[in-house]
């Protein structure tokens, strides 16, 4: 065989291995979600413990105190479903066992419990608060005053634990459960305090399970990879990206077709993307952020902050029988029109002198003046009609508080969330790595739309808008995402109340039920009956969460098209045939 076709072969083969290797690598980050060294004093989240305990060096250590009969143990604050915990301990002394719990909720009370002592391993169960069972019991020696390293790694119903390198695993469904706290602890000898013996634990390391732990099988990621595939096929997008978050691990994170139609440059799960209406989820979150801290109420009057609001009429010169709510701003039926509304009715184009002040405002008041100026064409609460009206949220969060809406979004959202990659002012730099957006009316024929870069200058100039001004990546939204999915935590912390979040998620009066605080809701019949919280883009991506599959979505594309929603369908089928929605337990 010629030998410069073997060099270029065995080129070729290395090359490809590389780049799997880089994919792969991108696929399946390793970042801790909690990384506990030790080397301080423990910080608040650590709530809650007996005995005594301190951190120094790197070494959690602590012993039993006082005249209380027990063990020490110190519990810290993390929300967990699947995924890694690692550890290492010690026993000092004369301990007879270190363990790790974890709880539900107060109420909920323990739900494992992890057991490692001199002569075995224990895995205790408790289905229900009270109750205990042995889910496993084996023998294993371990010696004192030596390092072990330890892990936890929970898939749904499924624990396992490795000790020293010996793996244990056990099944149970309130194992899936939802876990608050843990706790590190055990027996460190009796009362006698350290002079009896101690415990020790370093390099406490929680992770999210790698990708493949979740039951979206490989069959699945095929299959949703082909359908994604026949849609750019259809040729209405250059390129889609996804990312999927099932109980709270990423199974699905990568990116098909080109961004650029003229170049061809592929399509990348970091490219940056302008969300039009799906930045709205952005708002609803801000929204609850600033209801949350009792700043406002979704039940405000708009005129409670802009008191010219209640002089707003209807059509026929009659005061409204309740006044215009910031709910109904979130939700579209403030009874302001709309664009469409605009043009059919009063022929005026949103290039119409008359609506400088509604379309392109410099300011909140040059927005309130606008819709005062055109009035109320139906009750508020009772029709829902989408379009420009959400900016009044932009402008009672500016009133109540005296920052602009971009500054609270970058402090009460972007930041606290570590958003490295969202913007609502993108730099000149940023808009040179924003992803083309085309509009798409005919298979393979691609126009350049400058919709997005128009908001851009727009909102470097004048008010941002709530309903669609928000630049960012695939990470950054599902992390936005996660955050609702999780309840309003993040990395342990609760940045809002899951009860504030909820009154998002509810269905509004004059929607038909499909429509909540900035959320559009959806019926799945796929593999078992779930509700879909999202909402899709002018430009083309959609993103959503789904409590009953634990599932948090994201697809992003840059082409308007008036068949996004057949595709979004389309692709999310396909998802949920092979992630099954979880039925209620009593």
């Known amino acids: 065989m010629n030998s410069y076709f073997v060099k270029t072969l065995l080129c070729l083969v290395l090359f490809v291995c590389f780049q799997w290797h880089l994919a792969a690598a991108e696929v399946t980050p390793d970042k801790p979600l909690l990384q506990e060294t030790f080397q301080e004093p423990l910080s608040k989240d650590w709530f809650w413990g007996l005995g005594t305990w301190k951190a120094e060096k790197g070494i959690l ?108 695993t056990v099944k149970a469904d309130y194992i899936a459960e939802p876990k608050l706290t843990f706790g590190l602890g055990g027996d460190s000898g009796g009362p006698a305090g350290e002079k009896a013996g101690a415990l020790e634990f370093r390099n406490l390391k929680i992770s999210s399970a790698p990708i493949g732990q979740t039951s979206l099988s490989e069959a699945g990621r095929a299959a949703i990879r082909s359908e994604i595939q026949a849609v750019i096929d259809e040729g209405y997008y250059p390129g889609i990206s996804i990312l999927l978050i099932h109980r709270g691990q990423i199974v699905m994170r990568e990116a098909h077709g080109v961004v650029d139609v003229e170049t061809k440059k592929p399509f990348t799960v970091d490219q940056l993307c302008w969300l039009a209406s799906t930045g709205k989820l952005f708002t609803a979150t801000l929204m609850a952020s600033l209801a949350d801290e009792g700043l406002l109420s979704f039940d405000d009057p708009i005129a409670k902050t802009w008191p010219a609001f209640a002089d707003i009429r209807l059509s026929d010169g009659s005061k409204p029988k ?238 308007n098209t008036v068949q996004r929603t057949k595709h979004h369908n389309r692709i999310i089928d396909t998802i949920y045939r092979y992630l099954p929605a979880q039925a209620k337990s009593d």
């Open 322 to 559: 309740d006044q215009v709510r910031l709910r109904h701003a979130l939700s579209h039926t403030s009874g302001i029109p709309n664009d469409n509304w605009l043009k059919a009715e009063r022929q005026l184009e949103k290039n119409s002198p008359q609506l400088a002040g509604y379309v392109a405002p410099q300011t909140a008041e040059d927005f309130i003046n606008a819709c005062l100026k055109l009035g109320l064409v139906v009750e508020p609460g009772t029709k829902m009609m989408y379009g420009r009206p959400i900016d009044l949220a932009a402008c009672v969060a500016e009133k109540v508080t005296g920052n602009t809406f971009i500054t609270l979004m970058q402090e009460r959202v972007f930041r606290p969330l570590s958003l490295q990659h969202t913007t609502i002012q993108p730099t000149p730099e940023e808009l040179k790595q924003l992803a083309p957006l085309y509009s798409s009316t005919k298979p393979g024929i691609f126009e350049p739309d400058q919709f997005g870069l128009e908001v851009a200058a727009r909102q470097n100039k004048g008010l941002s808008t709530a309903g669609g001004g928000v630049y960012t990546t695939l990470d950054d939204l599902g992390t936005l995402m996660q955050l609702h999915l999780n309840r309003g935590k993040h990395a342990g912390k609760q940045l809002i109340r899951a009860e504030t979040l909820e009154l998002l998620y509810q269905p509004q009066p004059g929607t038909n039920g499909r429509y909540g605080l900035a959320f559009q809701i959806k019926d799945s019949q796929v593999n078992g009956h779930s509700r879909i919280l999202s909402h899709p883009g002018y430009s083309g991506p959609v993103a959503w969460i789904d409590f009953e599959r634990d599932l948090a979505g994201v697809l992003l594309m840059q082409s």
């Open 61 to 168: 250590r602590g012993y039993e105190s006082g005249p209380r009969r027990h063990g020490p143990v110190k519990m810290r604050r993390f929300e967990l479903g699947d995924g890694v915990v690692d550890f290492e301990f010690r026993l000092e002394g004369k301990a007879r066992f270190a363990g790790i719990i974890f709880n539900g909720s107060q109420q909920r009370g323990h739900i494992v419990h992890l057991v490692i002592s001199q002569d075995q391993i224990r895995v205790l169960g408790h289905a229900k608060k009270g109750e205990s069972e042995n889910l496993l019991q084996q023998p294993h020696k371990i010696e004192t005053g030596k390092w072990y390293p330890a892990q936890v790694r929970f898939d749904g119903p499924s624990m396992t634990a490795t000790v020293d390198g010996r793996k244990f």
